[in-house]
């Protein structure tokens, strides 16, 4: 008999009918959240469980006792209570490699928005405050050559590091867990000491996984170090930030813009201060959004579903819960 699994999001139709061919599929298609006691009800039968950002603790674990695997259609999985998943053997998986060149567009985007401006001179042109030439008050700080300090140097990191050195000629430095001799010889790139590329970066762009270690591992003091010219740009998980210290860093002019993509509070609140601060591009988590990458995303974790509902072990399985 095929085992039961339970999607709660749309995917695309040819990921549904591969999947379809080896599980029944009970699912939520609609764009808001399942309401909690449905999603009890759905999981009291389900061995498999095809989502992406559901958070999966020892409360939800309870009411699904068939459950053998979760396949997450992200590559982060800070949503995943690891512990409570391992002390039940549930297997946990994720959509790694397909994503990384797309997310490092996504992060090249808001370097280049935030240092020329563009959603702002958008807006300006729009509102029809373009009566003149380009004076002083429409500059921008150049990209190209500039030094780029990336956290976290790893599938993407490394995306976005070859995209600044050999399209922009940035001189470009990480701060990461481990040394990556690999990278700095293939990349030109050289280590540093997280404090040293707080000091000398024109950007830093944050790029670690939301774990324990990472959580508000840029706050006050880091913003502090670094130059008043400054740019911040966020793309891993928000909880990586202290969000109160960079909305004051921003406001005091400590660093001069940010460019996100992800926050404390997903979606953020109509009344967020980011929404009133030109120096801030805001995006609404949207790293790996475009069509052919999310097709991708959705099927390797159709993939991951069904070949850990089959006995074998999933090629993405996380590492904490091999
Ligand atoms: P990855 O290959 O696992 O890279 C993460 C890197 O961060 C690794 O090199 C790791 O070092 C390093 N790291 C871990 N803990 C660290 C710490 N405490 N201090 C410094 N470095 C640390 O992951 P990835 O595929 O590049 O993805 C990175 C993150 O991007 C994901 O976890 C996710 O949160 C985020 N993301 C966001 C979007 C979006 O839509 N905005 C899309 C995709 C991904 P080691 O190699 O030494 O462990």
């Known amino acids: 008999m095929k085992p039961t699994v339970f999607i709660d999001r749309k995917v695309p139709n040819e990921v549904e009918a591969y ?70 053997g549930v297997i946990g998986t994720n959509t790694p490699h397909v994503l990384n060149d797309t997310v490092a567009d996504l992060a090249l985007a808001l370097m280049l928005g935030t240092a020329r401006r563009v959603a702002e001179l958008d807006r300006y042109v729009k509102d029809g405050q373009w009566k003149s030439g380009d004076g002083l008050k429409l500059f921008g700080v150049d990209v190209h050559h500039a ?33 990556k001799p690999e990278a700095e010889e293939k990349l030109g790139v050289r280590f540093s000491q997280l404090n040293d590329l707080l000091a000398a970066s024109d950007f830093v762009v944050m790029l670690a996984p939301l774990t324990a270690e990472t959580t508000k591992l840029i706050g006050h003091n880091e913003f502090k170090m670094m130059k008043p010219s400054s740019i911040f740009i966020n793309i891993s998980r928000g909880q990586t930030v202290d969000e109160l210290a960079l909305i004051e860093a921003l406001q005091s002019g400590t660093i001069a813009a940010a460019g996100l993509d992800v926050y404390e509070k997903e979606p953020i609140d109509a009344d967020h201060p980011f929404l009133q601060m030109a120096n801030v591009l805001t995006l609404p988590h ?4 475009t069509t052919q990458t999310r097709f991708d995303m959705a099927m390797l974790a159709a993939q991951n579903l069904v070949s850990g509902l089959s006995g074998q072990t999933p090629t993405c399985m996380v590492d904490e819960l091999k």
């Open 147 to 179: 030094k780029l300090g990336i956290i976290g140097m790893g599938r993407i990191g490394e995306a976005v590091a070859r995209r600044a050195k050999f399209g922009f000629d940035m001189d470009v430095a990480y701060f990461n867990r481990s040394r």
């Open 286 to 289: 949207i790293g790996s959004a």
């Open 19 to 88: 999947i379809a061919e080896h599980c029944n599929i009970e699912k939520w298609e609609q764009s808001t959240h399942i309401p909690r006691a449905m999603l009890h009800e759905k999981l009291a039968n389900a061995s498999g469980l095809l989502t992406a950002g559901m958070k999966i603790d020892a409360d939800l674990l309870e009411r699904a006792p068939k459950l053998k695997i979760v396949s997450s259609i992200s590559v982060g999985y800070n949503h995943f209570d690891l512990a409570a998943m391992k002390e039940r």
